[in-house]
T-cell receptor, first 113, second 108 residues
Framework: DTGVSQDPRHKITKRGQNVTFRCDPI?????LYWYRQTLGQGPEFLTYFQNEAQLEKSRLLSDRFSAERPKGSFSTLEIQRTEQGDSAMYLCASTSTLGEKLFFGSGTQLSVL | SQQGEEDPQALSIQEGENATMNCSYKTSINNLQWYRQNSGRGLVHLIL?????REKHSGRLRVTLDTSKKSSSLLITASRAADTASYFCAMRDDKIIFGKGTRLHILP
């Protein structure tokens, strides 16, 4: 399968715990995006990378959220000290620099109890 | 960051009818894209229209773009039950930002 893969598919955690999600983009894609989506809403932009460089992080994102793409391939999204409001679907997508359409993974559904 | 506004938020039509969804945005764009999302799944790209284009077709899909009004529309002709999904417009200046979506329900 050469699509975008995300791991885990589901994560249940207790408030205050840290969680980390992984995204493996399509191999030749150098742009990688993270979005967050809650029920009935559109994907909310979190951050994106060009290779290993993080180009922008949403100003709405608290300092508890951090993302990395250390070798310009896979990416991780970490949420520290989770809160119930962090419960959402976290979506990863990739594209090439000049590419215009995003390829999405199936997402990681986070539930914070 | 800008976000598109889709209209209507929800739409129910009979199978075989045409469905029209609209998207408005606020700042300049390089292109505008439409995506579909089936319940609980990731988004799938449908069609892209560049800022210098006014209309584009792909199968049963027709997209228009009016940059002077900062708006786009997506028309799905001869709707089918399988078209039931949420539809999102996405604006690209450099990064790609999504609208809030239209939930389309096709009635048998």
């Amino acid at each position: 399968d050469t699509g975008v893969s995300q791991d885990p598919r589901h994560k249940i955690t207790k408030r205050g715990q840290n969680v980390t999600f992984r995204c493996d983009p399509i191999s030749e894609h150098n742009r990688l995006y993270w979005y967050r989506q809650t029920l009935g809403q559109g994907p909310e932009f979190l951050t994106y990378f060009q290779n290993e460089a993080q180009l922008e992080k949403s100003r709405l994102l608290s300092d508890r959220f951090s993302a990395e793409r250390p070798k310009g391939s896979f990416s991780t999204l970490e949420i520290q000290r989770t809160e119930q409001g962090d419960s959402a679907m976290y979506l990863c997508a990739s594209t090439s620099t000049l590419g215009e359409k995003l390829f999405f993974g199936s997402g990681t559904q986070l539930s914070v109890l | 960051s800008q976000q598109g506004e889709e209209d209507p938020q929800a739409l129910s039509i009979q199978e075989g009818e045409n469905a029209t969804m609209n998207c408005s945005y606020k700042t300049s764009i390089n292109n505008l894209q439409w995506y579909r999302q089936n319940s609980g799944r990731g988004l799938v790209h449908l069609i892209l229209i560049r800022s210098n284009e006014r209309e584009k077709h792909s199968g049963r899909l027709r997209v228009t773009l009016d940059t002077s009004k900062k708006s786009s529309s997506l028309l799905i002709t001869a709707s089918r039950a399988a078209d039931t999904a949420s539809y999102f417009c996405a604006m690209r200046d450099d990064k790609i930002i999504f609208g809030k979506g239209t939930r389309l329900h096709i009635l048998p």
